[in-house]
C-alpha cells in the first residue's frame, strides 16, 4: 500500500505571496491532519478533515486555511506569507480520525 | 488544556547503555503514542498504548503507559547508532487533535 504522498517536497516563498499545499492519504482512509513543525513550537496542530468537513481545527490565524476533496486528497492554503510560517509542514493520514495517524514526508517551506 | 511533557529533550548516551524517556501528560488520555523522526524527514509510528499498564516492546525499544500517573516510558535497551533519532510521543484524548511532546533528541555515540 503506498503511503501518504505531499507535494511539493520544498518551496521558496517571499513575504505577501500565498502557497498551496496538497496531501493525498493512504487508500481508504478518510481522516487528514495538518501539522505545522518549527524548531521552536514543535509540532502543532493545523487542521483535521473527515469526509470532506473540517473536524478539529488548531489555534491559527486565518490566513491557513484547508479543505478535503472527494476522494480524500486534502490541500491546505496559507495566503500573505509571513517570514514565520517557514516550516515543515506535515499531513497525516487515518481511518477515521482516532486510530494512529501515518504521516507523509513533508513540505519545507521557506518564506524569503 | 492538555500537555504534554516529555523529558529529557536531549540524550546523549553511550552504545550499549540503557535509559529511559519519560511522557507525562496534564489529563484523562484516551491513547497515547510514540513516533520516531531522523532528521529532515517524517514521523514514523512506534507504539499506540490503550490501556492501563500497556506494554509494547519493539526491538531494542519498549513502551509502557500507566494512566493513573500519567506517564508513558520509551525504555532504550543496550543502545546502537541507529537509534539516533528524535522520539515523541503524541496524546489522544478522543475526538480532539493529538498533542505532541517537544520530543526528545537521542544521540547515541560510540
Known amino acids: 500500500k503506498a503511503g501518504v504522498t505531499q507535494t511539493p517536497r520544498y518551496l521558496i516563498k517571499t513575504r505577501g505571496q500565498q502557497v498551496t499545499l496538497s496531501c493525498s492519504p493512504i487508500s481508504g482512509h478518510r481522516s487528514v491532519s495538518w501539522y505545522q513543525q518549527t524548531p521552536g513550537q514543535g509540532l502543532q496542530f493545523l487542521f483535521e478533515y473527515f469526509s470532506e468537513t473540517q473536524r478539529n481545527k488548531g489555534n491559527f490565524p486565518g490566513r491557513f486555511s484547508g479543505r478535503q476533496f472527494s476522494n480524500s486528497r486534502s490541500e491546505m492554503n496559507v495566503s500573505t506569507l509571513e517570514l514565520g510560517d517557514s516550516a515543515l509542514y506535515l499531513c497525516a493520514s487515518s481511518l477515521f480520525g482516532q486510530e494512529t495517524q501515518y504521516f507523509g514526508p513533508g513540505t519545507r517551506l521557506l518564506v524569503l | 488544556e492538555l500537555k504534554v511533557e516529555q523529558n529529557p529533550l536531549f540524550l546523549s548516551m553511550q552504545e550499549g547503555k540503557n535509559y529511559t524517556i519519560y511522557c507525562n501528560y496534564s489529563t484523562t488520555s484516551d491513547r497515547l503514542y510514540w513516533y520516531r523522526q531522523d532528521p529532515g524527514k517524517s514521523l514514523e509510528s512506534l507504539f499506540v498504548?490503550?490501556?492501563?499498564?500497556a506494554v509494547k516492546q519493539e526491538g531494542r525499544l519498549m513502551a509502557s503507559l500507566d494512566t493513573k500517573a500519567r506517564l508513558s516510558t520509551l525504555h532504550i535497551t543496550a543502545a546502537v547508532h541507529d537509534l539516533s533519532a528524535t522520539y515523541f510521543c503524541?496524546?489522544?484524548?478522543?475526538?480532539?487533535?493529538?498533542?505532541f511532546g517537544k520530543g526528545t533528541r537521542l544521540s547515541v555515540i560510540a
Open positions: 498504548l490503550l490501556s492501563n499498564g
Open positions: 503524541a496524546v489522544d484524548m478522543g475526538n480532539t487533535p493529538l498533542v
